[in-house]
């Protein structure tokens, strides 16, 4: 075999007896179980406190022959663990030698055993009483006030004690001098013995975290004896405990009896140590005015302290001296005096001749004498005191300034100025007005007078930086500012300042704009097209700059808008149009911010007379080719009529006649509207060949009439007429019904244009007459009259000539085809 291959042969075979062992190990290890876990305490639960107490606890384990347990013990005294104990045993003991008051409470027993646990039942255990505690004092005997050590122990006791301390007399009075702790079993601390004469001292103690065990029993009790200190300082002030400022004085502190020769002596006055010695001191020196205070003398040995108090007056030799000033409010320019006086001195040290007085302004001095009188003014203002120097009997100078007065001139107030808040107001509106005086002392009273209802209005300005801000409601003119009037007052024994009135240009007054008027020019109210328009807006009131804006009232928008200076604007509109046509109107605005707008003027807009002719010109042209296209069409169209009556012809000579004719006879009932002012042809002249050529033909035609027209007299007052004779025929069809009815080809009557050249105004006039003729022509019953009428022209012009003409060769065709008998050849008249 290869030496690799047994190598790794060898390994296999470790490996597997490896986990075979470990397998095994694991198998045996799971083969125990705790049974029972029990906690025995003895002698019982319930003993006195030093006596011995043991704690057994036992486990019992199920567990195969071979294996070896480990049992872990866990002794826990209220859920805390108090000691611990490894062993193979199935028991294990905790012992409480002795027990004590702090061991009380229930205990349990946990037991581990190779990763399992078990815990017995809880029992309690309850230790009654506390330990006794002992007494050490570091001295018996010692005087009052020293201090000694005393400690106070209780060894086997455990937990946290609170100690105190006692002190029994002789007489059985009891009393606690002291209270340590909490702290361990022992105590330690310094006591201070006061009260000379023997006493007991002794001590006992509590547990704080076990109150219901109560307090221990007293100590052992130790006799002391204190002594008394009979040693107490002296203090004497020399010459007396009353004095004057300047004499010398001398304060002795002693102590009498002292225990020991290092007990310490102080002097104090006002918390403040002025000497200090041992046994005995002396203090000697000037006293000064206010040095009046009491003296404290103090022994001091070890820690016990011994005092004594002396108080000590220091009488003034004279009184500080008094500065009044009068009048106490003083304004410049008014009389000032400065009074110095003494209000006391002792008379028994000082004679009146030795007292001297001074008035000084800061350092300077202003006089030697008690007053000192000037005119109040800026220049003297300042801190002001007065001095007084004393030479006593003794000869010793004695110098005393009185308080500090300070001098403050008041400064009158100036004439006050009146001005607009902002600078600017709006005539109508509310504003502010305001009060000032550039000069003043303060308070100062402004006073405001106005027009308005409210005539009176007062501010007192009594802090720096306020003003006397006034509200008015408004005024109706800019004039009214001037009525505006200010009083100021700082001083009640002067009178007022009164302010100038206020001067409207020095404030910005703004007017507003009053409604504004549109007007036209030209003032037709119809523009004529093409011709210049100019729209015109003015108001009469108003503080310029004026904005000025134009507007239709079928336009959104403005048309312009202008700033100007002055109270009338204007908008010119350049060759007027149709769309012009409409509603105008402006409005006015300036800083005023209120505006206003005019009433709407409507604009018309009229043809222009160019426009008017070619309208003319273009139904001439339209008429004539009309005329023509009839012309043609009867010239085509063959004439079939029968002749029942007889034809009779009437020349007219004249074109007078024919007028006359014209105006004396029929009119047609339904006219075609006319051209230039003139009708030309009847609707039945222009629908008779529609009619004929819809409608059926009957069975017999209806017979055809002739009547002949006669014609007026003429008009003498008419101009003459142009031209020479012509005859007009008028036909008349009589249908079998005896109702008015057209021929079948359409016979139309004519009538002469005559014009007048001279009274245009007279052609309109028969114009008239025209329709009134029509109207009354209209009664024929059974006939049916057909006539076209044709206003005159005062204009004779070549138009008017061809139209003759054209109506001349009508006529002569018309009597050809009557002549033609409705082409019956054979009747006479043909």
Not at 210 to 239: D, T, W, Y
Not at 305 to 324: G, I, N, Y
Not at 614 to 635: D, E, M, N, P, Q
Request: with cysteine; aromatic share 6%; hydrophobic share 30%.
């Amino acid at each position: 075999m290869a030496p690799g291959l047994s190598y790794k042969l060898l390994l296999l075979l470790a490996t597997t007896g490896l986990l075979n062992l470990c397998q095994c190990v694991e198998d045996q290890s799971s083969l125990y179980t705790i049974d029972t876990v029990e906690l025995q305490i003895a002698p019982s639960g319930s003993v006195e406190s030093g006596t011995p107490v043991s704690l057994r606890c036992e486990v019992s384990v199920s567990h195969d022959p071979l294996l070896h347990l480990t049992h872990r013990f866990h002794f826990v005294q209220n859920d805390r663990p108090v000691h611990s104990l490894n062993t193979s045993e199935a028991s294990a003991l905790y012992q409480l030698a002795p027990a004590r008051a702090a061991d009380s409470g229930k205990y349990e027993c946990l037991v581990d055993v190779e990763g399992k646990s078990r815990r017995s039942v809880p029992r309690e255990l309850l230790v009654k009483g506390l330990q006794t505690p002992v007494l050490q004092l570091s001295n018996t005997t010692l005087f009052e006030g020293v201090e000694i050590t005393a400690t106070c122990t209780a060894p086997e006791e455990k937990g946290s004690l609170l100690f105190y301390f006692y002190q029994a007399s002789r007489s059985g009075e009891t009393r606690r001098i002291k209270q340590v702790g909490p702290s361990g079993s022992t105590s330690e601390t310094k006591l201070v013995l006061r009260q000379a004469g023997d006493s007991l001292l002794y001590c006992d103690y509590d547990i704080t975290t076990l109150p219901e065990a109560g307090r221990s029993n007293a100590s052992n009790k130790v006799q002391v004896i204190v002594r008394g200190l009979h040693f107490s300082p002296v203090m004497n002030v020399l010459p007396s405990t009353t004095v004057f400022e300047g004499d010398v004085i001398e304060v002795v502190c002693r102590v009498v009896n002292p225990p020991a020769r290092n007990v310490e002596v102080f002097l104090n006055k006002d918390k403040r140590v002025l000497k200090k010695a041992s046994v005995s001191l002396s203090h000697r020196y000037t006293v000064q005015s206010g040095d009046s205070g009491e003296f404290v003398c103090k022994a001091e040995w070890g820690s016990t302290q011994k005092e004594t108090h002396q108080f000590v007056r220091v009488k003034d030799l004279f009184s500080a001296p008094h500065l009044r000033m009068d009048p106490i409010d003083v304004f410049e320019g008014e009389q000032l005096t400065l009074s110095c006086s003494l209000p006391s001195y002792a008379s028994e040290r000082i004679s009146n001749d030795s007292i001297k007085f001074s008035i000084y302004r800061g350092d300077m001095k202003l006089t030697t004498t008690e007053t000192y009188s000037t005119t109040a003014r800026a220049s003297i203002n300042g801190n002001h005191t007065c001095r007084v120097e004393v030479v006593d009997r003794l000869g010793q100078t004695f110098r005393k300034d009185s308080e500090t007065v300070v001098l403050k001139a008041r400064v009158p107030v100036s004439k006050p100025m009146l001005s607009v808040v902002g600078g600017r107001l709006v005539v109508g509106k509310p504003f502010l007005l305001r009060c000032h005086s550039q000069h003043g002392s303060l308070p100062i009273t402004y006073t405001l007078f106005s027009p308005l209802p409210r005539a009176q209005d007062v501010r007192v300005v009594s802090r720096p930086g306020d003003e006397a801000v006034f509200n008015i409601s408004a005024i109706q003119k800019a004039t009214d500012i001037k009525k505006f009037l200010c009083h100021t007052r700082n001083n009640e024994h002067n009178p007022p300042m009164v302010s100038s009135e206020v001067r409207p240009d020095a404030q910005i007054i703004i007017e507003p704009v009053s409604k504004p008027l549109l007007t036209l020019q030209p003032n037709t109210g119809v523009a004529t097209e093409g011709q210049d328009l100019t729209i015109i807006c003015s108001v009469q009131r108003g503080t310029p700059p004026i904005n000025f804006t134009w507007y239709h009232t079928q336009k959104p928008q403005p048309l312009d808008t202008k700033t100007l200076d002055g109270t009338k604007g204007s908008y010119v509109i350049k060759g007027v149009r149709g769309e012009d046509e409409g509603g105008y109107y402006c409005v006015g605005n300036n800083q005023a911010e209120d505006s206003k707008s005019s009433f709407v003027v409507t604009v018309g807009v009229k043809q222009a007379g160019w426009k008017k002719g070619l309208i003319a010109a273009f139904c001439i042209l339209l008429i004539t080719a009309v005329i023509l296209v009839i012309i043609i069409k009867k010239g085509r169209l063959p004439l079939r009529r029968k002749r029942t009556g007889e034809l009779s012809v009437k020349s007219a000579s004249t074109k007078a006649e024919r007028l006359s004719l014209t105006q004396a006879e029929v009119v047609t009932a339904n006219v075609t509207p006319g051209v230039m002012g003139r009708n030309v042809w009847s609707e039945h002249v222009s629908g008779s060949e529609s009619d004929d050529q819809n409608s059926v033909v009957p069975a017999e035609e209806p017979e055809t009439q002739y009547t002949e027209v006669q014609t007026r007299p003429l008009d003498p007052n008419r101009a003459p007429v142009k031209k020479g004779t012509d005859t007009v025929y008028s036909e008349v069809r009589n249908s079998k019904q005896g109702a008015s009815e057209q021929a079948d080809n359409g016979s139309v009557e004519y009538a002469q244009l005559n014009r007048d050249t001279e009274n245009e105004h007279h052609n309109h006039n028969d114009h008239g007459d025209h329709h009134d003729h029509s109207h009354g022509d209209h009664g024929i019953q059974g006939d049916h009259v057909i006539d076209h009428i044709v206003d005159d022209h005062t204009v004779d012009d070549p138009i008017d000539d061809l139209i003759d003409d054209l109506i001349d060769d009508i006529d002569d065709v018309e009597l050809t085809e009557g002549g033609e008998c409705n082409g019956e050849r054979s009747a006479p008249d043909c």
